[in-house]
């Protein structure tokens, strides 16, 4: 299969953020960066953008383009949370653990509430019973809003029914329903449904929608199926600092990425490298996965000896907490928890590399 | 002159940030995207830059690059201000006037304090009086900081000396000096001087560093000449959304926009065009010069006819704000004051073109 | 008319702050600290003061009592406000001036625009003129709130329909009408009207009532006469660590004061004593009144000579800022503005007493 | 011993904020009330305040009086923290559990990290755990301060040496040790040391020092014992709303606490009767401490009969929550946690009341 002018290949399995853009989505950038175009998001493109995402999600949407992650979750969180309020997540999501403090900062003080649950799911039940348990006196913060991601911190995916499970305990109890989807794209192919069925039709109300992680430079935007909750943000976005000048530099990236089903290629493709990771990894000797995988994070606990090899060899994956494992999975002594990551740019003769470094006595990938 | 390939004359005089990149700078982007780099500034590319912004300013500096002008200034302000404190800036900034209060969020709750000043800027006297006369109580939020525009908002050039007495006012007070440097590029061209000149050897502390309207598609970036000013602003832009997790998106614009003193090159012309169109215009009958043209931007007071005839042409531009006319100069009835900004992009057939339009009957370009 | 028994002239006119409760309100408080009662809040006397304020307004109103006026004004705003939201006021208001960044930090961030205006009040015409001419982007701040403090800072009363007048522009263009009512008692005895027509039935929407400068220890109160405003005080309150355990101090005090009109006779002695010494000030050669005297505060301007001889037979009273003189009065060489204010404990004698040094050659009080 | 005018027994244990002020504390507001003094605190109260304040702990110390705990521990907490760092406490500990978010506020978005502990105590160890295992990546708010609250919200009382062990762990990463005093004087009181040594000489860097629960009517204060905490203070309180204009109010009642240790007198009275109360409850069959009994407040777990014939004889207390139990001690089907506090003005026919009707079969008191 490998062709002449194939790259060499890569054991950069360290996040889906180390690669650039795919080339569709940089030609797309390179296109729009032409000509004089209105500035602050009233040019074309960015009109073209609130169009494509109508469409891709057959709803009307309010879309608002931003350069990073962070950006979108924590604007989405303040559109819902006031000042005193709390937003339920699970104890180890990326808003709670890794933004240092971005959402508490956007919503003015309010407070996140972590829970525990394996392969960071939210459970309905948990949650509710974790709702309905909060004092309800002044003294203390009102939960006002739930955020899950999808795909989750340990790369499992809410099957649609599991989000209307927790949009139902929401509703009943007015509180909003966010999805961090920095992971969205694996997702849905994961799950092979439409992007209404896994959003707005199982209750979801506010969306951070990624690009970043696959195959865009920068492109994330908060995208509200309800109307009410877009009502401040443009003016949250402007006070942010995230309202580009330059707005074409985030929609022509995103042109790019949602024409012709790019978007679902790139994570296709990075899906299925995973899937090749995991399958090959979970037969080495010594090495089980932590949790299934099912998009594009492969999680595994490994032997120190494999790690140490795969390290020396020249492979780059992160360590990673065992919070989220299920009750029955232990990390031993002599082992270590480890996330591999794949992406667009990942390709079969990566994978196969670092498989051979596990386990070089043979049997993996023949 | 013009060739068959030239594009058709422009007549867009709206802002700089019309425009795209330039090309030297579309082409680092493009560049900087090949391969896995570590993610959130541990790339070889902001590296680089960091290097880079040293050797230009011929001093240490600590580099936050964003996205944004309004995250580079809210950023710069907020790594001198107590949130009980005040800002003291012209009452037509930017930063007071057209960042939907950016400043006094990422601040916590500071307050901006406008003066007048003709041509947007700060008379040190006025400065220094104004903050003498502050009262001293614990009732009144302090004076912590200044911060200048370069050039002003009024598209005129601070001298080197100018910023030098602004900044005895500030450090005999104990105050921090910040330049909004968004279009520093511009001033620079004018003074012929270095960038050390201009900041922090005439008492800059900490500086926003604006790529954006002069060939960058989103690049700015807080420069702080003083490192106790940098000790805060590395978690200040991850809880601000502004820390980029492909950081190369930046670092890349920035290598291209300095290399071979590309920026500079690209000043020179919008400078260029800027004086082309001042000179014309002022020959027209009935057309005054608001302020002196000494950047990019050209201020001029228009008879409502020619500014009928021009829009009716097809003409972009804004109107603008009085407030920091001089005593002297007025808008009369029958006239109104706007804004023409050009840029690295604009050429000398736009101009002409414009300025046909203004002076119908000839003597103008002729 | 002395008797042997009276107290000493003092000469303290610095401020109606420097004494402490009147008899009455001592006694309340003195008699409600007797037996257990339900804390923050939830006791028979917090109970039996909202319907007392809904009595004096002769409307049903949502009160919140708070120690301070600083906390009742900042509270009051940020029921109003967007964190990105706009206050304008005088620009000598106490909200703007006097609260060290209150407002500001209890509504997340907002900004106050101060208006010049005689006498510390706001002029319906240049609110309507400023409103409309405020851009109506997303990068400025948008109105949300109006705020007027009766009586102003310069001690002149805002009449009824000077109010409807304001409010007439506010709901025009959907906008709140603040009151900073610290003097509002002052301000009702002055005027004759009621506590209704001066606020609600001028279109007040939510008032901030004074006890503290006319006979309370701590006794502060947001009152909402529109019940939409007072759905987040409860927890801005709390989380503002301005919800007292032992509510029923403030309570207890706020029912001294409002029994028996017992507030409305504080006030009248507080006035009538400012209209003593304004009447004799003003009869001092070299002496002018700055503003009318229309509550309970002086507002002359003295010869030097004249302020030194105050000064040195112990009289106390503040200097005073001369930005809402009316253009026809200036404050020459040798002069200074000074602010002179009496209070429910200020006697004749203590007019006197400082009058007879004002201008010790007599005709005076004789 | 009981005389004729005794009161009648009252069963009121529901928290020690049901009482006024004692005797002695409100003799000294009374007291306190007379005659014009300066204010914001420039008055003789409160200077003989900080001076007493000195000689009590034995060190220079800056004081800051407010009228709530939630202002005391708001501002104190503030006073360390960035707007992105994190505070550590117990996940019971007032600061996190019962001021709807003020520590948030005050500090601009920081966030409060709650830790298990028996009894809401931390733990040396577990601290010390926690802060190592915290990442040191940008993404991650650093840990600035550790709040402990003694007595606990459990109602026990950490050891001068424990509180030294927690000190140690905080100085060897550079946090800030606080102290929530909302109950200090029960603990002295328990514990027989000095002031000095339960703080500072303990390693405690700042302090809520509380005295509403205990006597006052709102009386708490912000004691620093680093003078570099206490730079941001003033403004901090005034733009929280907490500078009162009439300071005397709270520096007399504090003087009046302080007096002849009345404020000790008053925690050995509330000690006292928890403990008779302790010692009774723990004998009526099926009832059972929850943690021992070492300040003003007694925890048991009661089978609901008991606790509903209590309830219907008119005793009054809290249902509390179990999470800070001892593992072995669990609360069983058909029981529930009660928390009964008892306060200076806890009379032993009160507390013998209330047993009689828990054990009405006798045996107790007997």
């Not at 499970?165 to 794209?185: E, F, P, Q, W, Y």
Request: net charge negative.
């Amino acid at each position: 299969m490998p062709s002449g002018d194939r790259r060499p290949a890569l054991l950069n399995f360290a996040s889906d953020n180390v690669w650039g853009a795919s080339e569709p989505v940089l030609r797309a950038l390179v296109d729009g960066n032409a000509g004089p175009l209105p500035s602050y998001g009233a040019d074309p493109l960015t009109r073209r953008l609130a169009d494509a995402f109508a469409a891709l999600f057959e709803h009307e949407v309010a879309v608002f383009p931003v350069a990073t992650g962070t950006a979108a979750n924590a604007l989405a969180l303040s559109a819902a949370l006031s000042p005193f309020g709390l937003c339920v997540c699970h104890e180890e999501a990326h808003v709670i653990d890794d933004e240092c403090g971005a959402p508490e900062f956007f919503a003015g003080g309010a407070k996140l509430l972590g829970l525990p649950g394996t392969g960071c799911k939210l459970d309905p039940e948990r949650l509710a019973a974790t709702l309905d348990g909060l004092p309800r006196h002044e003294k203390q913060m009102p939960a006002e809003i739930v955020s899950i991601s999808q795909a989750t911190e340990s790369g499992v995916v809410y099957r649609p029914e599991e989000i209307a499970a927790l949009s139902a305990v929401c509703r009943a109890r007015g509180l909003v329903l966010h999805m961090d989807g920095a992971r969205l794209a694996n997702a849905l192919v994961t799950l092979g449904c439409s992007a209404a069925e896994m959003t707005w039709r199982a209750g979801i109300d506010i969306l951070s929608f990624g690009g970043t992680k696959n195959g865009c430079l920068a492109a994330e935007a908060v995208i509200c199926f309800d109307p009410k909750l877009a009502r401040t943000l443009g003016q949250r976005r402007k006070r942010g600092g995230h309202t580009l000048s330059k707005a074409r530099l985030i929609a022509a990236q995103f042109l790019g990425y949602l024409q012709d089903d790019h978007w679902l290629a790139n994570a296709r493709q990075a899906n299925a490298m995973a899937g090749r990771l995991a399958e090959g990894l979970r037969h080495v000797p010594g090495i089980r996965l932590a949790w299934p995988t099912e998009a594009n994070e492969v999680f595994v606990i490994l032997p120190d000896e494999i790690d140490r090899r795969l390290r020396q060899a020249g492979a780059v994956f992160h360590p990673w907490s065992g919070r989220a494992l299920a009750p029955e999975t232990t990390v031993g002594p002599g082992e270590s928890l480890a996330r591999l990551v794949t992406s667009f740019a990942t390709e079969a003769d990566d994978v196969d590399a670092l498989l051979r470094i596990a386990a070089p006595s043979g049997g993996i990938g023949t």
